[in-house]
């Protein structure tokens, strides 16, 4: 029952900004973590950038200087502000939260498109 919600995708030209949202509908839970991940047409997903519980952030090399990942204080949002863009950037955007319980659950959310043109 747990639904994560992302907004914030969109065209932008390089150099431009884009801020995602992701929220945590039907969840009071204190995530362990929450992050954003991306796929690209014909590759694979991968991390961009995660925030643990304890607010302590960690960035793909490619979103090093560029991007910002931040979290609420109901622990239950994240946001992904990224600068700078450049077209490699490009793809559908993923968020993604991380429950440790009695075992490891993993959510995702349906994924948001970032375009950016040269």
């Known amino acids: 029952q747990v639904q994560l919600v992302e907004s914030g995708g969109g065209l932008v030209q390089t150099g431009g900004s884009l801020r995602l949202s992701c929220t945590a509908s039907?969840?009071?839970?204190?995530?362990?973590?929450m992050g954003w991940y991306r796929q690209a047409p014909g590759k694979q997903r991968e991390l961009v950038a995660g925030?643990?519980?304890?607010?302590?952030?960690r960035y793909a090399d490619s979103a090093k200087a560029r991007f910002t990942i931040s979290r609420g204080d109901a622990k239950n949002s994240v946001w992904l502000q990224m600068n700078s863009l450049k077209p490699e950037d490009t793809a559908v955007y993923f968020c993604?939260?991380?429950?440790?319980?009695?075992?490891?659950?993993?959510?995702w959310g349906q994924g948001t498109q970032v375009t950016v043109s040269s």
């Open positions: 993604n939260a991380l429950l440790l319980r009695d075992e490891l659950y993993e959510y």
């Open positions: 925030i643990r519980k304890d607010g302590d952030p």
């Open positions: 039907g969840s009071d839970f204190d995530f362990s973590a």
